[in-house]
């Protein structure tokens, strides 16, 4: 499974999350929430929140430093 910060820059933090068989979509603000599921099972959509979550500080800083804000 990959994360990825992806461009062009949107209005809303979220990261884009890729396994073998789909993709998701997740808001970072206010918290964690799926917002687009293509293909990927419930078991891969609650480890890629999981994964988000425990790494959210990392991501919103990579976030700010790319897009500013």
């Known amino acids: 499974m990959s ?3 992806l ?3 949107e209005t809303q933090p979220h990261v884009h999350v890729y ?3 789909g993709e ?3 808001w970072l603000d206010p918290s964690v929430e799926l917002t687009k599921n ?3 099972t419930t078991r891969q959509i609650r480890a890629a929140k999981s994964l ?3 790494h959210e500080d990392e991501i919103r800083s990579a ?3 790319h897009f500013g804000g």
Do not use: H, Y
């Open 3 to 5: 994360v990825f910060l």
């Open 38 to 40: 293509s293909g990927m």
């Open 7 to 9: 461009l062009p820059k």
């Open 52 to 54: 988000i979550e425990e």
């Open 63 to 65: 976030w700010q430093t």
């Open 19 to 21: 396994s073998e068989i």
């Open 24 to 26: 998701a979509k997740f």
